[in-house]
């Protein structure tokens, strides 16, 4: 019998399926896990933009914010008032990243983000990835 | 008859400050001078200018220095005083910039100069810096308490003062401090 810690198989490089998705200018991911399913209408009661979530407070709109981009595709999410989605841009796509590639938010922005979802970042090829918690995403309205 | 000697040629009073060739010498010696104690503690500091201000970090907390063409990711939703992270080897660190926190007049342009890679408070994060100045080793009996002219914005950041001569100090800085108040949404 062949001894495991012997085997000439390469270990198995754990990753983690994300749906990414644009944001204004930026390259977004949530955890696949989450998204029940993909519309390009609303279709439930309870909507909302994923730039409105991310960086702008309807209230209180930072200068650094882009400009909004109406959401041309909508991601069902799950809360515990139930389904809700969210609003985004851009191409969807289903990606593996390796885990190694994922990095959770230095602890000194942690304190400062607008939104208590983003949770840290990826790199796609040399490219900026915002990693967004879905379970931390709540609708405006 | 003998010629006369330059001995002979002296009054009393000269010849009393006849010093032996040893004696000579040692008036150049460094005896009288201040005595070096070479087993002083000293403190590292990292020296910089930020603002068009000078100011030191403790060498201890400052990791690393990069260079200023390393590559900052902008993310979106963080304060004006977060410039972004910084990917490098296999980590991913905050770059922050101390302006607003120290009421520095803001930098014009894009972000330039140097990086440090500074630990403090258990956080690690990227600092910008305009020009970094120097690297030395001073006397702990050089650095002084802050006095209290020092402008209230600076003061819960500076733990010493170092002065360099008559005309220029330059304070050095409590990273924790920094970091904290940061945390605290300061800055």
Known sequence: MADPRHSSEQPTQARVALVLFQVADYRVALEARHVLSMTDHP????????????????????????????????????DAQGQWQLGVNGEITLQQLPATSLYPLPALLAARRFSPAL???AFDQKQLVLLLDARKLAPIC | MPPETPDQRQTPDQQQKLQTLDEAFASHSDADE?????????????????????????????????????PVYYVPGLPTSTEGVL??????????????????????????????????????????IEQLDDVCEVPQSALQS?????????????????????????????PEALFSAYQEGLG
């Open chain 1, 43 to 78: 279709n439930t009661p309870r909507t909302s933009a994923a730039q409105a979530l991310l960086y702008e407070a309807p209230l209180c709109e930072t200068p650094t914010s882009p400009p909004s981009t109406p959401p041309t595709s909508w991601l069902t999410l799950r």
């Open chain 1, 119 to 121: 949770c840290g970042f």
């Open chain 2, 34 to 70: 201040a005595v070096v104690d070479v087993e002083e503690p000293t403190q590292q500091l990292v020296i910089f200018r930020s603002g068009g201000q000078r100011f030191a970090l403790p060498g201890s907390a400052v990791n690393e220095i990069l260079p200023s063409d390393q």
């Open chain 2, 87 to 128: 990917h490098l080897r296999g980590r991913v660190e905050s770059v922050i910039s101390l302006h607003q926190l120290l009421n520095l007049p803001p930098p014009d342009g894009e972000p330039c100069g140097v990086i440090l890679l500074v630990s403090a408070a258990g956080m690690r994060s990227g600092v910008r």
């Open chain 2, 146 to 174: 802050p006095p209290e002219t020092m402008p209230t914005a600076l003061r819960p950041y500076v733990s010493a003062l170092w002065q360099v001569d008559e005309q220029h100090a330059l304070a050095l800085l409590d």
